[in-house]
């Protein structure tokens, strides 16, 4: 099993900047992809950002030149660095790792862009 620590999340103003961090442990090994989810009230999670064990990465739409996802294989780490923050990237932020047979969530954090 894969255990995985947000942190990070907080309130900013619109503008703003905010640098999430995800701590794995457990059975790293088994990790391929991770990435960065989110879920505004009455939405559904949507897929933010995610990084490969090879360091490709991709992004939504909606975040692109805004948000960069990084790495950290020494520190099990995977960062979200989200720039230009706007108040429609408030919601709970959830780190993702995919792993052999399924994925693992972590519990959450919440970012509140205020206008």
């Known amino acids: 099993q894969v255990q995985l620590v947000e942190s990070g999340g907080g309130l900013v103003q619109a503008g703003g900047s905010l640098r999430l961090s995800c701590a794995a442990s457990?059975?790293?090994?088994?990790?391929?992809?991770m990435g960065w989810y989110r879920q505004a009230p009455g939405k559904q999670r949507e897929r933010v950002a995610r990084?490969?064990?090879?360091?490709?990465?991709n992004y939504a739409d909606s975040v692109k030149g805004r948000f960069t996802i990084s790495r950290d294989n020494a520190k099990n780490t995977v960062y979200l660095q989200m720039n230009s923050l706007k108040p429609e990237d408030t919601a709970v932020y959830y780190c993702?790792?995919?792993?052999?047979?399924?994925?693992?969530w972590g519990q959450g954090t919440q970012v509140t862009v205020s206008s």
């Open positions: 990084i490969t064990s090879g360091g490709y990465t």
């Open positions: 457990g059975s790293i090994f088994s990790i391929n992809t």
């Open positions: 993702n790792a995919e792993v052999v047979g399924g994925s693992s």
